[in-house]
Protein backbone atom coordinates (compact mmCIF):
# COMPACT_ATOMS: atom_id res chain seq x y z
CA UNK A 1 0.00 0.00 0.00
CA UNK A 2 1.10 3.63 -0.85
CA UNK A 3 1.25 6.36 2.06
CA UNK A 4 2.27 10.18 1.70
CA UNK A 5 3.80 12.42 5.00
CA UNK A 6 4.33 15.61 4.93
CA UNK A 7 6.25 17.03 7.15
CA UNK A 8 5.08 20.12 8.05
CA UNK A 9 1.33 21.09 9.12
CA UNK A 10 2.50 24.79 8.79
CA UNK A 11 5.04 26.79 7.16
CA UNK A 12 5.29 30.67 7.24
CA UNK A 13 7.96 32.54 5.61
CA UNK A 14 8.73 35.80 4.42
CA UNK A 15 7.88 37.29 0.81
CA UNK A 16 10.59 36.56 -1.75
CA UNK A 17 11.87 34.19 0.80
CA UNK A 18 12.99 30.33 -1.27
CA UNK A 19 10.53 27.75 0.69
CA UNK A 20 10.31 24.02 1.02
CA UNK A 21 7.89 21.61 1.54
CA UNK A 22 9.00 18.38 2.05
CA UNK A 23 7.19 15.05 1.25
CA UNK A 24 8.05 11.50 1.28
CA UNK A 25 6.13 9.03 -0.19
CA UNK A 26 6.21 4.45 0.65
CA UNK A 27 5.49 2.30 -1.81
CA UNK A 28 6.48 -0.98 -3.02
CA UNK A 29 5.91 -0.01 -6.11
CA UNK A 30 6.47 2.50 -8.94
CA UNK A 31 3.94 5.42 -8.60
CA UNK A 32 3.19 8.64 -10.13
CA UNK A 33 3.73 11.77 -7.72
CA UNK A 34 1.39 15.03 -7.63
CA UNK A 35 1.55 18.47 -5.81
CA UNK A 36 -1.59 20.29 -5.60
CA UNK A 37 -2.20 23.46 -4.23
CA UNK A 38 -5.76 25.08 -2.85
CA UNK A 39 -6.43 28.20 -2.27
CA UNK A 40 -8.79 29.76 0.09
CA UNK A 41 -12.72 28.24 -1.18
CA UNK A 42 -11.58 26.56 -3.97
CA UNK A 43 -10.84 23.29 -5.79
CA UNK A 44 -7.63 21.44 -5.98
CA UNK A 45 -5.35 22.60 -8.99
CA UNK A 46 -2.73 21.00 -9.86
CA UNK A 47 1.34 22.27 -9.97
CA UNK A 48 3.12 20.10 -11.14
CA UNK A 49 3.98 15.89 -11.72
CA UNK A 50 6.43 13.61 -11.90
CA UNK A 51 5.86 10.23 -14.24
CA UNK A 52 9.27 9.51 -15.47
CA UNK A 53 12.59 10.62 -16.71
CA UNK A 54 14.70 13.52 -15.50
CA UNK A 55 13.71 13.90 -11.85
CA UNK A 56 13.53 17.59 -11.63
CA UNK A 57 9.83 18.70 -12.79
CA UNK A 58 9.01 22.23 -13.38
CA UNK A 59 4.98 23.44 -12.51
CA UNK A 60 3.09 26.17 -12.75
CA UNK A 61 3.85 29.74 -10.66
CA UNK A 62 7.29 29.19 -10.93
CA UNK A 63 7.22 26.06 -8.75
CA UNK A 64 9.49 22.76 -9.29
CA UNK A 65 9.84 20.06 -7.34
CA UNK A 66 12.53 16.77 -7.01
CA UNK A 67 12.17 13.42 -7.08
CA UNK A 68 14.31 11.39 -5.17
CA UNK A 69 13.83 7.35 -5.24
CA UNK A 70 16.50 6.44 -2.55
CA UNK A 71 15.31 8.83 -0.39
CA UNK A 72 11.58 8.53 -1.88
CA UNK A 73 11.19 12.12 -1.24
CA UNK A 74 9.16 14.66 -3.28
CA UNK A 75 9.78 18.15 -2.19
CA UNK A 76 7.92 21.19 -3.29
CA UNK A 77 10.06 24.62 -4.00
CA UNK A 78 10.15 28.00 -5.30
CA UNK A 79 13.24 30.21 -4.48
CA UNK A 80 10.92 33.21 -4.47
CA UNK A 81 7.62 33.54 -2.55
CA UNK A 82 4.90 35.91 -3.17
CA UNK A 83 1.95 36.80 -0.68
CA UNK A 84 -0.44 35.23 -3.49
CA UNK A 85 1.37 31.59 -2.75
CA UNK A 86 -0.86 31.53 0.48
CA UNK A 87 -2.78 28.58 0.35
CA UNK A 88 -2.71 24.84 1.46
CA UNK A 89 -0.55 22.26 -0.45
CA UNK A 90 -0.90 18.59 -1.05
CA UNK A 91 1.41 16.08 -2.18
CA UNK A 92 0.26 12.86 -3.91
CA UNK A 93 0.69 9.49 -5.38
CA UNK A 94 -1.22 7.57 -7.64
CA UNK A 95 -0.82 4.30 -9.51
CA UNK A 96 -2.70 3.55 -12.87
CA UNK A 97 -5.68 2.74 -11.29
CA UNK A 98 -6.11 6.97 -10.94
CA UNK A 99 -6.92 6.97 -6.93
CA UNK A 100 -5.05 9.47 -5.82
CA UNK A 101 -3.49 9.07 -2.27
CA UNK A 102 -2.77 12.33 -0.39
CA UNK A 103 -0.47 13.51 2.24
CA UNK A 104 -1.85 15.55 5.48
CA UNK A 105 -1.16 18.68 3.60
CA UNK A 106 0.74 22.20 4.59
CA UNK A 107 -0.14 25.35 4.71
CA UNK A 108 2.42 27.72 3.20
CA UNK A 109 1.94 31.29 5.03
CA UNK A 110 3.34 33.98 3.20
CA UNK A 111 4.14 37.21 5.43
CA UNK A 112 4.55 40.73 4.06
CA UNK B 1 -11.10 26.77 -19.66
CA UNK B 2 -13.25 23.66 -18.72
CA UNK B 3 -13.96 23.12 -15.35
CA UNK B 4 -15.75 20.76 -12.86
CA UNK B 5 -18.73 22.30 -10.86
CA UNK B 6 -20.19 21.13 -7.78
CA UNK B 7 -23.41 21.95 -5.88
CA UNK B 8 -24.24 22.82 -3.57
CA UNK B 9 -21.72 24.54 -2.37
CA UNK B 10 -23.14 23.75 1.18
CA UNK B 11 -25.66 21.42 2.54
CA UNK B 12 -26.84 20.85 6.19
CA UNK B 13 -28.47 17.71 6.79
CA UNK B 14 -30.51 16.13 9.98
CA UNK B 15 -28.60 12.93 10.65
CA UNK B 16 -30.66 9.99 9.09
CA UNK B 17 -31.67 11.99 5.75
CA UNK B 18 -30.63 11.15 2.49
CA UNK B 19 -28.27 13.55 0.59
CA UNK B 20 -27.60 13.85 -2.69
CA UNK B 21 -24.29 15.83 -3.96
CA UNK B 22 -23.86 16.56 -7.80
CA UNK B 23 -20.94 17.40 -9.98
CA UNK B 24 -21.18 17.98 -13.58
CA UNK B 25 -17.41 16.91 -14.63
CA UNK B 26 -15.47 18.26 -17.47
CA UNK B 27 -17.61 17.26 -20.90
CA UNK B 28 -14.58 15.02 -22.65
CA UNK B 29 -13.48 13.43 -19.45
CA UNK B 30 -14.08 9.46 -19.29
CA UNK B 31 -12.94 8.85 -15.40
CA UNK B 32 -15.10 9.93 -12.63
CA UNK B 33 -13.88 10.48 -8.76
CA UNK B 34 -14.88 11.30 -5.34
CA UNK B 35 -12.51 12.26 -2.29
CA UNK B 36 -13.41 14.03 1.13
CA UNK B 37 -11.49 15.62 3.61
CA UNK B 38 -12.94 15.79 7.13
CA UNK B 39 -12.13 19.46 8.86
CA UNK B 40 -8.19 18.92 9.59
CA UNK B 41 -7.52 15.98 8.09
CA UNK B 42 -6.09 15.07 5.31
CA UNK B 43 -8.25 14.17 1.67
CA UNK B 44 -9.45 10.97 0.90
CA UNK B 45 -10.32 8.56 -1.61
CA UNK B 46 -13.94 7.53 -2.06
CA UNK B 47 -14.71 5.65 -5.44
CA UNK B 48 -13.51 6.33 -9.20
CA UNK B 49 -16.14 5.45 -11.74
CA UNK B 50 -15.98 4.65 -15.24
CA UNK B 51 -17.79 3.38 -18.14
CA UNK B 52 -20.61 3.94 -15.77
CA UNK B 53 -18.95 1.02 -13.37
CA UNK B 54 -17.50 1.60 -10.11
CA UNK B 55 -13.72 0.94 -11.02
CA UNK B 56 -12.55 1.03 -7.37
CA UNK B 57 -13.39 2.15 -4.02
CA UNK B 58 -12.60 2.58 -0.64
CA UNK B 59 -13.25 1.02 2.66
CA UNK B 60 -15.19 4.07 3.54
CA UNK B 61 -17.25 3.52 0.84
CA UNK B 62 -19.80 1.42 2.01
CA UNK B 63 -23.71 0.74 1.48
CA UNK B 64 -24.52 4.09 2.66
CA UNK B 65 -23.14 5.39 -0.61
CA UNK B 66 -24.15 5.32 -3.99
CA UNK B 67 -22.78 7.02 -7.24
CA UNK B 68 -24.54 7.52 -10.41
CA UNK B 69 -24.33 9.23 -14.07
CA UNK B 70 -27.51 10.11 -14.68
CA UNK B 71 -27.18 11.57 -17.95
CA UNK B 72 -24.63 12.50 -20.13
CA UNK B 73 -22.83 15.40 -17.92
CA UNK B 74 -24.00 14.92 -14.01
CA UNK B 75 -22.05 12.71 -11.37
CA UNK B 76 -23.52 11.65 -8.24
CA UNK B 77 -22.85 10.96 -5.04
CA UNK B 78 -25.52 9.65 -2.46
CA UNK B 79 -25.64 9.48 0.92
CA UNK B 80 -28.72 7.14 2.15
CA UNK B 81 -28.73 7.93 5.50
CA UNK B 82 -26.08 10.53 7.07
CA UNK B 83 -24.57 10.25 10.22
CA UNK B 84 -22.56 12.87 12.13
CA UNK B 85 -18.85 11.40 10.89
CA UNK B 86 -20.07 12.10 7.66
CA UNK B 87 -19.58 15.88 7.77
CA UNK B 88 -17.13 16.77 5.63
CA UNK B 89 -15.89 18.63 2.49
CA UNK B 90 -16.69 16.46 -0.83
CA UNK B 91 -14.62 17.11 -3.61
CA UNK B 92 -15.48 15.56 -7.42
CA UNK B 93 -12.71 14.91 -10.01
CA UNK B 94 -12.78 14.09 -13.77
CA UNK B 95 -9.70 12.78 -15.87
CA UNK B 96 -9.34 12.23 -19.35
CA UNK B 97 -7.79 9.15 -18.24
CA UNK B 98 -6.49 7.26 -15.59
CA UNK B 99 -2.70 7.04 -13.82
CA UNK B 100 -0.54 9.57 -14.99
CA UNK B 101 -3.21 12.16 -16.13
CA UNK B 102 -4.27 14.98 -14.47
CA UNK B 103 -7.49 15.14 -12.35
CA UNK B 104 -8.90 18.55 -12.34
CA UNK B 105 -11.25 19.07 -9.20
CA UNK B 106 -14.27 20.39 -8.55
CA UNK B 107 -14.46 23.61 -5.94
CA UNK B 108 -16.34 20.94 -3.00
CA UNK B 109 -19.45 20.81 -1.59
CA UNK B 110 -19.05 21.17 2.65
CA UNK B 111 -21.56 18.72 3.87
CA UNK B 112 -22.93 19.43 7.58
CA UNK B 113 -24.55 16.77 9.41
CA UNK B 114 -26.45 17.46 12.83
Known amino acids: AQSVTQLDSQVPVFEEAPVELRCNYS??????LFWYVQYPNQGLQLLLK??????LVKGINGFEAEFNKSQTSFHLRKPSVHISDTAEYFC??????????FGQGTTLQVKP | EPEVTQTPSHQVTQMGQEVILRCVPISNHLYFYWYRQILGQKVEFLVS????????KSEIFDDQFSVERPDGSNFTLKIRSTKLEDSAMYFC????????????FGPGTRLTVT
Open chain 2, 49 to 56: FYNNEISE
Open chain 1, 92 to 101: AVSRNTGKLI
Open chain 1, 50 to 55: YLSGST
Open chain 2, 93 to 104: ASSERQGAYEQY
Open chain 1, 27 to 32: SSVSVY
